[in-house]
């Protein structure tokens, strides 16, 4: 294990190196280094400096920006630094235990450093490996000392050709056979092939296959995982049976091997069902541990909501990245002025301005709910790995499973265009590759894809919603939650009828007043959208439709204003903490203003409409 | 010459190959063929079918969707196929005259091919090729052919390192020199390199030079361009003094080869100043014909306006590019459905709908409006080759550059955003590189960029409407302008005092519903942008200070509301002309209906902000 970085402030924040920027710098109102140990923590900077310092002193990451690598070439080179990075072995299991939000933190140096390593490990390490782990038993506990060490190298094998989303149509089967004691993993033809699979196209040698489990008789106990070796971890030649390769260059992260794999009549030994969900007997029993379906949904959610923790911290990765590069060149890049002579830095004009510091302003605020969410999501999973069966662990599990659900397609999002403008902002530079911006863009994309299309996980956000509304309105149940996200809602009738009573610019410059609008909002969109959604229905559309026709114009706008309201109240509170240092609080206070004002101009048209409409909801849904 | 493809409507518009989009096919409501006829002609038809059957039978332009070509190869390849397209000849001269409308045709061609390659061409040909023809004199007529023979490859320089948008603080140097009858072209330092010179860096033998001219006596007059030999035609090595290299990789059209020079007081002949503007005698003293300031700029406007044109025809080709793999994927590709035994193709969400729809009918709005604004950019270079000098003439100047500089940016923005769109709208399929989305998107970016930031040129835009609005204010003058855009601005204080009156959905299927709002839209922010730009300078702020403050909020969306006003209006018309035949009208007016709808409703805020105001111009701004 690498030790970590010693030495006082000054090793561990060293000054800028002079230059151009020196002369922003010196009117900065606050001490950056201060507000680095606030946002960061001592700890947690010295780990992120051990790291980097690795990475700088290491030859294998040595940085050639914008260079002109093969394909072949940069995933080799990618695979190599991946096994570096086992190597290195950063973070001991029981400092995952002690500090878990170094997790994400090692997963986000590695997304600064290339999206394409902190995907690969991830995929392998946290994705690979904990299905093993958390799916399986006992019996799968040998292959986790091999996983660290890369004797094996895995990949999470869910998503077909033709079915990602759907994930109830996925149909590589798993069929066993008793005589033998195996399972036979099979794909029906080539629109089952398992595909985009990540590190399945040169490198993995083991896969989590998802597969329809048939016992004799044909009856079906729906997906379940296996781990099936794919290749020979020697020669890397595909298993009998297995035909598997590389699907080809994508827009980004050509560091990593996407796959694709079919299975012809594959046998695996009985044990490789993991089979923490369901097993089946020797004899050909199907057996589970969970009798309640919806229990057995909700550990599932739970392993939806890692990735898509992950993904959102990622996004954020790639935000910041590109904030610094644009902000620092808009500080150094003079164009026009106020006289022919003298030109004025570009970040001196409104137009720059508005254009980059709210996605500033939204980085700082995404980087805090994704380190908190996180945290939520450690104590769900210290919940179930307890064994707690209770009902707030369930709601608690639902939770997270909605503000994840929607919190990937916001950050994503958010880093998607956040990174447009900056790549824009910076001119012509922005587009020379070494300038990283296009990288930064690119390696971003799929966040907006993979672990569920953005526009489809949002209706999760709306249905949870929706799901809570419909008791209060039949039963007079009460909006509570364990996370108490959703906790304000239950005087939903009271917001909705307070007005918007700021009289001077002024008095916006505070989060607390967007946060008031932005309950309103999410009041009136949900009441909105249950009103349409019970209308399409007495209309006669079935609940599939109906949930299709009000997603565009209500549940997608209820998802995110929902989601956005959280993100800002959460660092809002944050930044309001007595804890913070009295030199701080006003930098942190406008950062907090501004995320919250300028997400909620996005909104504005419905705030307007909103004032028209003043009826009830009881007046309209029963 | 390549003949053009003979034959009837079944040669020039064969039936598509049978396959899963058949069934699409056959619930259209209207006859594909007979709209392709009516969009672009027979002539027309004929003209593309022509280019696309030479380069399908041609091995150099064989295709290699989604391959990891190296750079140097990439542009290798460009190089030659863009001297092939020159061999072709697949456009003449008398053509070009007859038809102009071929011309952005042909670069329509070879960007639906590939931009980089419509790119390369048209800095040779167009860009390079017209600035010889239309900035030189006789003298320089021997250039022409030596162009279309490709003897000579040009670049157009004209941007350095530190400056692009702010021409005037352009720092290379031209002096000339009595004694030997020589400009001196030189560069004072890095900071005045050329820079990302499209055809320089690789290929280009000779550049348009733009430097400031100076006279013995140290008269500066300002920037003139000179045709300058870079490198020798034969080896390719450049030429003494010149230092010129590739800036490496871009985040796209990497078959382009971007270049930078500097010139070490490199010696060129008094007959390479291209002299239409400005010329300098044998003994050294500077001679101009243009007397008049304002007539001079007319004329460097008109210059800059066909730039901006051809990238609005890039874009639509992008965009339209993209239209046609995110909807022919969404027809076929099926995910969920009201049963689990039954998938829908993912084209019937409503929500897959509103995400693609909206940007077909902006690819055929925007397809018009390139068509008729390059056939009035045509009309007013005839004027100038004419020698008209008509007040007329330069009125027709200045609202084509008005134009042409938004129309730039809403035509790249809305390609940009609407490929993105198809690329998340295609899921993982979309992000895979022989898909081919990111290339259109990488390839697209620039558009937002080169010849003017979209941002900075907006505000040509909304500058040309406030200097009509002033002599109205003050002197009660007229809006007339020779294409009429501004005309319906005359009734502005009816038009602010007409309420939004339409009862049902249905009333607002048509596009003349959204023109009137978007006609009040737009005098109600002219009205806004003039009274905080007044306001401003009364507060005390110079002329700059005060625009820049107002450009955020009110300039910018001021120019692009007109723009897309003058873009719904002109496509109104179109698909509203007696010639439209019958079995198109619906299907052409609902395109039209949705672009207007959508364009409209993204300034919903500022539609319902507009009704709680109605004070008239005159209140606030005497």
């Avoid at 946002?39 to 990475?55: P, V």
């Avoid at 980087?367 to 608690?396: C, N, P």
């Avoid at 909605?402 to 880093?415: G, I, R, Y």
Wanted: aromatic share 10%.
């Amino acid at each position: 294990m690498v030790p970590p970085v010693e030495g006082g402030d000054a090793a561990l924040l060293p000054e800028f190196p002079r230059g151009p920027l020196d002369a922003y710098r010196a009117r900065a109102s606050f001490s950056w280094k201060e507000l680095a140990l606030f946002t960061e923590g001592e700890d947690m900077l010295r780990f992120k400096k051990t790291i980097f310092s690795a990475l700088e002193k290491d030859p294998l990451f040595a940085r050639s920006p914008g260079a002109d690598l093969s394909l072949e070439k940069y995933r080799e080179l990618n695979f190599l630094r991946c096994k570096r990075i086992f190597e290195y072995d950063f973070l001991s299991v029981e400092d995952m235990f002690k500090s878990p939000l170094k997790v994400p933190a090692l997963i986000q140096c590695l997304g600064m450093y290339d999206s394409s390593l902190a995907v690969k490990y991830l995929l392998h390490s946290l994705v690979f490996g904990s299905a093993v782990y958390s799916s399986g038993s006992e019996r799968h506990l040998t292959y986790i000392p091999k996983i660290f060490s890369m004797e094996i190298f895995g990949c999470f094998a869910l998503t077909e050709l033709s079915h990602g989303s759907n994930t109830k149509a996925i149909r590589t089967t798993a069929q066993y056979d008793p005589a033998t004691k195996e399972f036979i993993i099979h794909s029906p033809d080539f629109e089952a092939a398992k595909f985009w699979v990540g590190n399945m196209g040169k490198t993995a040698t083991h896969a989590v296959v998802f597969a329809k489990l048939h016992v004799p008789g044909d009856q079906c106990h729906g997906l379940h995982p296996f781990i099936v070796q794919i290749r020979d971890p020697k020669t890397l030649l595909p298993m009998p049976g297995v035909m598997v390769g590389d699907m080809g260059k994508k827009l980004g992260q050509n560091g990593l091997d996407n796959g694709f794999a079919m299975f012809h009549k594959v046998r695996v030994p009985r044990q490789s069902l993991l089979n923490r969900m369901g097993d089946v007997t020797p004899e050909g029993t199907y057996v589970s541990p969970f009798k309640d379906v919806r229990q057995r949904f909700g550990v599932s959610l739970g392993g939806l909501s890692s990735g898509r923790v992950s993904i959102l911290s990622l996004a954020v990765v790639n935000l910041k990245l590109a904030m610094a590069i644009a902000l620092r060149f808009s500080a150094t890049r003079r164009q026009f002025g106020p006289t022919e002579e003298e030109e004025i830095a570009v970040l001196e004009y409104p137009m720059q301005q508005c254009r980059l510091l709210p996605y500033l302003a939204a980085a700082y605020a995404l980087d805090h709910f994704s380190k908190s969410l996180f945290l939520d999501l450690v104590e769900f999973q210290r919940g179930l790995a307890s064994g707690d069966r209770s009902a707030r662990q369930a709601e608690l599990g639902r939770e997270i499973h909605a503000l994840a659900s929607a919190s990937k397609p916001l950050a994503s999002w958010t880093a998607q265009q956040g990174i447009q403008e900056c790549r824009e902002a910076c001119g012509g530079h922005g587009y020379l590759a070494m300038n990283r911006l296009g990288v930064l863009r690119d390696d971003n994309d799929p966040n907006c894809t993979y672990e569920g299309d953005n526009n489809v996980l949002l209706q999760q956000t709306s249905n949870y919603l929706l799901g809570l509304l419909a008791p209060r309105v039949q039963d007079g149940a009460c909006f509570r939650s364990p996370l108490k996200s959703v906790d304000f809602l239950d005087a939903y009738p009271s917001i909705l009828d307070q007005k918007f009573e700021v009289s001077s610019v002024a008095d916006c410059l505070d989060s607390a007043v967007a946060l008031a609008a932005y309950k309103w909002l999410v009041c009136y969109l949900l009441r909105e959208t249950y009103q349409k959604l019970n209308q399409e229905k007495r209309s006669g559309s079935s609940d599939f439709e109906a949930r299709n026709n009000c997603q565009v114009s209500h549940g997608r706008p209820l998802a995110l204003a929902f989601l956005e309201l959280t993100v800002v109240q959460r660092f809002h509170e944050h930044v309001h903490q007595p804890c913070v240092p009295p030199s701080l609080r006003a930098v942190l206070g406008r950062l907090s203003a501004l995320y919250a004002l300028w997400s909620l101009s996005r909104h504005a048209a419905l705030l307007y409409r909103g004032e028209a409409s003043d009826c009830g909801l009881t007046d309209r849904s029963s």
